[in-house]
């Protein structure tokens, strides 16, 4: 038998020998478990992929002893090494098993340093690392550092070239069956051994400086404290260890432990963030109103926080809604970025805004149209945009087909579509808009249906755009929960194609409520680009769009407090 074929067996074996400790609590098993799981993490033939598994069943057994620290270690090499092992341009398919492979692990890794003592930035560096790679790899093959000298370059390609070589190699010795033949796999493992160190010496050089941190993609000190400069952020992690809940302001990290399951997210969550942060008990001043980002991991990531509250005691201090406008971020890195897109803000002047509705409205027949193709409240909507949002020239189109959409797209600073949105179960790329094309004569047939892709979204280009209000159900709901950490959903794929500004749903939202919401809305917007124009200062802000939606939500919330279902799926992502 070879030495892969050998180390394959021995890391089938770990789990099984470990749940035996677990029944037995005898010294001599656990001594018999833990040199097998450290013998096989040294290994040389052992692939990026197979350390995965190694490092989970690495850190349940330490975690078991108390051994937070080494569980910590091993989690946060795992982490390190699949990240770095992921090379630009990756294959959707490979993304997908990457994904799979390393879902949670970064959470994991999270709790197990905090339950060590490890530094806060350190624990959130391999947070953020392990999650949102998807949309991590679509923004690395999207630039292609032009704005970096010629030196630099070389040694970003070297270090992908290099990167892509070792990818390869890892998935290749991972497909080797236990009847492998020797001289492949030694030939295999010297080469892997021979890229691995000329890889870590690249990676050595690129760590060296400062310009190319885009290239590892970790958050740095400096760059927290500039996301926390307009308000708190905060991460909630799930693990399957424990649950953390992190607040990063600009004086620094505090973190605040969960010990119990959270069954109530205001009691054990919510009121605590709004404590710690001193978050006042009421909103008084529209002009400075505080202001956090919600960074949840896990099934976290399905929970609202922006409505966590007590609507039982008919007290508005214990309502999140009543404290702060949240916003919500799927990775440091997507608000940095979103942030820097919306310096667009800056160009805007008055009486250029241009905006697109996306209609779906209930064709005019005398037969009543069947199923859900179209929306009953979006000519209604429509008009309610039209009629408050005056200081922007809309373009409306109904029932335009997604290449039309894609079309405009870059030439819109405002996009607000009243239609129809799915949430695919098995594939976050492809959650859609439901559009039309028309291919049949009835015209509500389903095969009329045009989608318009997340995937399709998040490779458009734009570079004028402020703005999308994503008025359909679903738009910021992932149902894969080996995705939940990637932030892939159709709200998200507006934000890669160009538009810091997202507002989206969680769940279904109810078409009775659609027109209303919107009339608020864009109400307050464009109150705020009038008065901004008569002060002679920036159009609009980031402040003026998060608090427009955040004013339409309580607006409704007051109306209907007993009905979070109708106001709290919409959610705000950005800066």
């Known amino acids: 038998m070879d030495e892969t074929a050998s180390s394959d067996l021995k890391i089938l074996a770990i789990p099984v020998l470990r749940d035996y400790w677990i029944a037995t609590r005898a ?121 970096l000298g010629p030196e630099l370059q070389n040694v970003v390609a070297d270090f992908e070239d290099c990167r892509a070589k070792l990818f390869f190699l890892s998935m290749s010795s991972g497909l080797i069956g236990l009847d492998g033949r020797s001289e492949t796999s030694l030939g295999l493992v010297k080469s892997r051994a021979e890229i691995k160190k000329e ?24 760059m927290l404290q500039s996301l926390a400069s307009n308000g ?7 693990s399957q260890f424990r649950n953390d809940a992190i607040l990063w302001r600009t004086l620094g990290a505090r973190n605040t432990t969960l010990l119990v399951v959270m069954n109530w997210l205001w009691d054990l969550v919510v009121s605590r963030v709004c404590q710690e942060l001193q978050l006042p008990s009421s909103k008084h001043d529209e002009l400075h109103i505080p202001r956090l980002w919600w960074l949840p991991t896990g099934f976290f990531t399905q929970m609202p926080f922006h409505a966590a509250g007590d609507y039982f005691d008919g007290s508005s201090s214990d309502l999140m809604a009543s404290r702060a406008i949240s916003s919500y971020t799927s990775s440091f890195r997507m608000l940095s970025w979103a942030r820097s897109k919306s310096l667009n803000l800056s160009n805007l002047k008055d009486g250029k805004l241009d905006g697109m509705i996306v209609t779906m409205a209930l064709p005019r027949t005398k037969r009543r149209p069947r199923g859900t193709i179209f ?35 870059p030439a819109k600073n405002f996009m607000h579509f009243c239609c129809h949105g799915e949430s695919d179960p098995k594939e976050p790329a492809q959650s859609h808009l439901k559009l039309f094309k028309r291919t049949t004569e009835t015209i509500d047939d389903v095969r009329n249906i045009d989608r318009l892709a997340a995937k399709s979204v998040a490779t458009a280009s734009s570079q004028s755009s402020v703005l999308v209000v994503l008025s359909a159900c679903f738009t910021a709901d992932i149902q894969l929960d080996s995705h939940l950490d990637e932030g892939l959903h159709i709200g998200n794929a507006f934000q890669m194609a160009g538009f810091p500004h997202v507002i989206g749903s969680s769940w279904a939202a109810s078409d009775a409520i659609c027109p209303s919401w919107s009339r608020l809305f864009y109400l307050v917007l464009n109150h705020r680009i009038t008065q901004n124009a008569q002060m002679g200062s920036l159009l609009l802000t980031n402040y003026d769009i998060a608090l427009a939606y955040d004013m339409a939500v309580n607006k409704i919330l007051r109306e209907d407090p007993f009905w979070p279902i109708l106001w709290a799926p919409f959610v705000h992502i950005g800066p």
Not at 60 to 73: D, H, N, T
Request: glycine fraction near 4%; hydrophobic fraction near 45%; charged fraction near 20%.
């Open 27 to 147: 010294q001599s098993d656990f001594d018999n478990v833990y040199t097998l799981i450290m013998g096989s993490w040294a290994s040389p033939t052992v692939s990026p992929y197979e350390k995965m598994a190694i490092a989970r069943d690495g850190a349940k057994l330490l975690y078991e002893v108390g051994s937070f620290r080494k569980a910590w270690e091993m989690l946060k090499q795992a982490v390190e090494i699949i990240i770095l092992a992921c090379p630009r341009n990756l294959p959707q398919v490979d993304q997908s098993f990457i994904i799979s492979t390393i879902s949670g692990l970064s959470n994991d890794a999270c709790a197990m340093g905090i339950a060590a003592d490890v530094d806060l930035v350190e624990v959130l560096q391999t947070l953020e690392s392990g999650r949102g790679l998807a949309v991590s790899l679509a923004h690395a093959a999207n630039d292609d550092y032009q704005h």
């Open 199 to 222: 890889f870590e010496l690249l990676s050595k050089t690129v760590q060296e400086h400062p310009e190319l941190e885009v290239v590892l993609q970790q958050p740095t000190v400096g």
């Open 232 to 238: 708190p952020l905060v991460v909630v992690n799930s």
């Open 375 to 409: 929306v009953r409240t979006a000519e209604e909507e429509a008009d309610a945009i039209e009629h408050e949002a005056i200081n922007i020239s809309w373009l409306r189109k109904d029932k335009p087909s997604a290449a039309d959409v894609v079309a405009e797209l």
